[in-house]
């Protein structure tokens, strides 16, 4: 984590121009959303930003409800679709290394991290493909009159998959090879911010399945904001929703499935508490903060919003923290010697330093260590050193972020500290701390999340196949490696019923 500071910027990727897969089709997403894509690092303009047309938005899902009418690729064998799906493992593999290199050049998150993200890209696929494999997608129920009742489950049909910004292609990977395990033709919308790594990876996908003859409804992709977003998910004809995202857009999302009654998974952020219990050893406690600051730059759904503190050892913590900070190596993305990005975009930037000085205007203190790019071509880019805020009363720290800030909180019990840990209307992630590992279960135990780690700050689950459950406003449903396969389905019933009758007349 130490070294000197990185003023560099490495050679940039190639960034592909912006086109879209549509029924087969690559054609060029011309339609301009009205801001300049950048360079996080150095804040340089690379080009306007664009989406897909409208018109080729409702083609995408045409294609697809059409793929969905004919059904050969839902009515392929689990073993079957499982091949395709390996296969599509295999291409995707291939090309890891340079998706992860387009996802550190346009989300400004370092080398270091979005590498072994990668690890997702094929991963995904090849978890599906093992799901199917190992089913059940049918179960038998064995009647006393020995008739068997079968339940099949079933693909909804037509499937959109939006993904965010911060790790977009592993996070489309995960959903998009779910829904194709499913049997659902699938639409890919990534983020109109970090679209490039997403395209790549969607331009393998739909090689490896055309190559084996799936047809090319089954998997597209289109590009744009807000507008495309509403009218993919608003479309009656796409009938499940993936969406990963802000709550603004993630209660959008929500009407629009709502008014058509179709199933919708939502993972909309968090403001995760981290309880340092009073037995916590100060190095331990510096290294999680450090982490959760900082991983993704602190733009991720599970990063520290509230640090929790026993009051006697507030000093001594942050004072620990903030010296952990000034280790930070703050450099260009694609330098394996970076630990800490830019942020992802300038209008980001101003929001997440908005929120901060609205911290310090409530009568905050920012407390940080880490120097950032002061000359050469970093010096314009999205940094900004991550920062606890203390001094601020939990009535005014109930917000998510989504950027490398966390406000300090003291108690004096622990059941003031469960109290402001569940002092929040998200609940999504939490960090619980302490020597004494069964003490610190106990407290984990009474914290309102859907992941709750002790004596942890990694941004992997707990499991490989524990599910990744949501609180409140961070989002409904679960996912995970068996719950997202789970959600594009649904479940039919057939059987006969023989010779049953009401009020015992035949």
Not at 5 to 16: A, F, S, T
Not at 305 to 316: C, F, Y
Not at 348 to 359: F, G, I, P, Q, Y
Not at 459 to 469: D, G, M, T
Request: proline share 8%; net charge negative.
């Amino acid at each position: 984590m130490t070294g000197p500071h990185q003023p560099d910027q490495p050679d940039q990727p190639d960034l592909p121009d912006l086109a879209d897969l549509v029924d087969g089709v690559w054609a060029h997403s011309d339609t301009p959303l009205g801001f300049d894509l950048e360079d996080p690092a150095t804040g340089a303009v690379r080009r306007p930003a664009a989406g897909t047309p409208p018109d080729r938005i409702g083609a995408a899902v045409a294609a697809a409800s059409a793929a969905h009418e004919a059904g050969s690729w839902a009515a392929l064998p689990a073993p079957a679709r499982a091949d395709v799906l390996d296969g599509v493992a295999e291409a995707v593999e291939g090309v890891a290394a340079e998706i992860c290199a387009l996802e550190s050049a346009t989300t400004g998150v370092p080398i270091r991290q979005t590498t072994p993200l990668g690890v997702i890209l094929g991963g995904a696929f090849r978890l599906a493909a093992a799901q199917l494999r190992q089913g059940p997608q049918s179960q038998e129920f064995h009647r006393e009159d020995g008739r068997i009742v079968h339940a099949e489950r079933l693909p909804w049909g037509p499937a959109a998959c939006v993904v965010p910004w911060n790790a977009p292609a592993p996070m489309a990977a995960h959903k998009v090879a779910n829904a194709l395990a499913a049997g659902c033709p699938t639409i890919l919308k990534p983020s109109e911010y970090a679209p490039h790594g997403s395209q790549r990876l969607a331009a393998v996908i739909g090689a490896a399945l055309a190559a084996t003859g799936v047809p090319s409804g089954v998997f597209q992709l289109v590009h744009g904001g807000a507008e495309a977003g509403a009218a993919l998910v608003g479309d009656p004809r796409i009938r499940a929703v993936s969406f990963t995202g802000g709550l603004a857009a993630g209660r959008a999302v929500a009407a629009a499935c709502a008014y058509d009654i179709k199933p919708v998974q939502l993972e909309l952020g968090g403001n995760n508490p981290l309880v340092v219990l009073p037995d916590a050893d100060v190095a331990d406690v510096a290294r999680a903060a450090v982490d959760l600051l900082s991983t993704l730059n602190g733009q991720w759904c599970r990063a520290l919003g509230r640090l929790i503190v026993p009051a006697d050892r507030h000093d001594e913590i942050v004072g620990a923290i903030a010296d952990r900070l000034a280790g930070l190596v703050a450099g260009a993305p694609l330098d394996p010697a970076t630990d800490l990005g830019p942020l992802v975009h300038s209008r980001h930037l101003a929001r997440v330093v908005a929120a901060r000085d609205e911290l310090l205007a409530h009568g905050g203190t920012a407390v940080t260590g880490t120097t950032l790019p002061a000359d050469g071509p970093l010096a314009g880019g999205n940094f900004l050193a991550p920062t606890l805020v203390t001094g601020v009363a939990a009535a005014h720290t109930g917000d998510e972020i989504f950027g490398p800030v966390a406000a300090v909180h003291p108690y004096a019990t622990v059941d003031e500290a469960v109290a402001l840990a569940n002092g929040t209307s998200y609940g999504l992630e939490a960090y619980v701390l302490g020597a004494d590992e069964e003490a610190a279960l106990a407290v984990a135990r009474r914290i309102r999340a859907g992941e709750v780690k002790v004596n942890g700050s990694s941004v992997l689950s707990l499991h490989l196949f524990s599910p990744r459950p949501a609180f409140g406003l961070s989002g409904y449903g679960e996912e995970g490696t068996a719950e997202t396969l789970r959600f594009f389905t649904n479940p039919r019933v057939v059987g006969v019923e023989g010779g049953f009758a009401l009020h015992g007349r035949p």
